[in-house]
């Protein structure tokens, strides 16, 4: 089974498909696919298998059960299904195509869509199509146009309502955040974590990830947005967005992978020291919101002229304490003496909001010298976004 041959336009299926007869003609096995479930003469051609059209991952994921059409189905292809249990038509782009007959004859597809696409039940009743604008095609999903090279276009155009530089001092280097609104359009299913943006602006091409699943604030979508440390949006009143594309591939073209662009890091190559007991913070750096992993790694040093000595570094929320015991690192001297001990902690962390960390070291008297050696080996914290 093929769809027939476009009549005006790339990949336009002919407005004349408006009924089981002409589907028949055109069509062979036409019944094996298709049934009659009205979506005739409105633009959409249904698709009814018998194992239905079901949610599969967190991903946006969807899977055709029980039949194949990768040759039939094409990227770019409108798609629309009635969810059930609670009703409603729901919209969405195919972006990825794939079948695998060893998994009850699936296949698979993947869809950006204007509403939420993680329904765990879906109806049988399903419809594709080619026509620029079939019956029920929602404006908050034609904001979306299909490119090549892994890019999905983005009609709307968003404007820039604030903006941050995170770093730039005490040993961390300078990265950019910022928070694009899209007005009057609730993109909030589409516009999800770990989504890659590509946009124009002042003359140049700018890449960012969003780091957090959007929301929706007066019918209008607001996504957070990290430029990582060489794209920082500016003013959209002085500086207006062009040509918005989003991508869910790893790797679409020209998207910087170097991790170093995306990469926060704190770095303090001198001795940081504290010779009191209990806890003291000796260095701070701050996150913006966001899912991250997070790297730290360091030279701990203890000194005590008799008797045990412990030292301890922990990176927290908290100045002068420790509220995470995932990222402590301790050493112990039972004697008296001097010790050195590299220390290395890793975590990934949900930031909801700007935050700054504090580096806290701990002594465990006033006779004890905790130090983070900075010579050698600095105090390095490397936080670079999950979704990379």
């Not at 034609?142 to 604030?162: C, N």
């Not at 303090?268 to 790297?295: P, Q």
């Amino acid at each position: 089974m093929t769809f027939p041959e476009v009549s005006t336009g790339v990949n336009a299926i002919p407005s004349n498909i408006i009924d089981a007869v002409e589907l028949n003609e055109r069509f062979t096995n036409i019944r094996d696919i298709f049934g009659v479930s009205g979506y005739y003469g409105k633009g959409w051609i249904p698709v009814e298998p018998s194992g239905g059209f079901e949610f599969h991952a967190t991903n946006a994921i969807k899977t055709i059960s029980d039949i194949n059409l990768t040759g039939d189905l094409r990227i770019g292809d409108k798609i629309t299904w009635t969810h059930n249990p609670t009703g409603g038509d729901r919209f969405g782009i195919i972006t990825l195509i794939n079948h695998n007959s060893t998994v009850a004859n699936r296949t698979y597809i993947e869809i950006f869509g204007s509403t939420a696409l993680d329904e765990s039940v879906v109806a049988n009743t399903v419809g594709v199509s080619r026509m620029t604008n079939p019956i029920g095609w929602s404006d908050t999903i034609d904001f979306l146009d299909l490119e090549s090279q892994g890019w999905t276009h983005v009609r709307k155009i968003p404007t820039r309502t604030a903006t941050d530089t995170i770093g730039g001092s005490g040993g961390q280097n300078t990265t950019y955040v910022a928070t694009l609104t899209f007005s009057g359009i609730d993109i909030s299913g589409t516009m999800t974590e770990g989504v890659k943006i590509r946009y124009s602006q002042d003359g140049s091409t700018k890449y960012a990830f969003v780091m957090a699943n959007s929301t929706l604030s007066e019918g209008n979508t607001i996504v957070n947005i990290f430029g990582g440390t060489d794209f920082q949006c500016l003013d959209t009143s002085s500086n207006p967005i062009t040509n918005v594309s989003i991508s869910r591939d790893k790797c679409p073209a020209g998207f910087p992978m170097n991790p170093g662009k995306w990469n926060i890091v704190f770095k303090h190559s001198s001795t940081l020291e504290r010779t009191t007991n209990d806890w003291g913070t000796v260095a701070n750096f701050i996150l913006a919101a966001g899912n991250w992993n997070m790297y730290a790694s360091g030279q701990l040093h203890t000194s005590r002229a008799s008797g045990r000595t412990r030292t301890a570094v922990t990176i927290s929320k908290i100045s002068d304490g420790e509220d995470d015991p995932e990222l402590t690192s301790m050493i112990r001297l039972e004697s008296g003496g001097d010790l050195s001990l590299p220390f290395h902690t890793q975590k990934n962390m949900l930031v909801e909001e700007k935050t700054t960390f504090h580096i806290n070291l701990w002594a465990q008297d006033s006779s004890t010298t905790s130090q983070l050696q900075g010579f050698g080996k600095p105090t390095l914290i490397s936080i670079y976004p999950v979704s990379l």
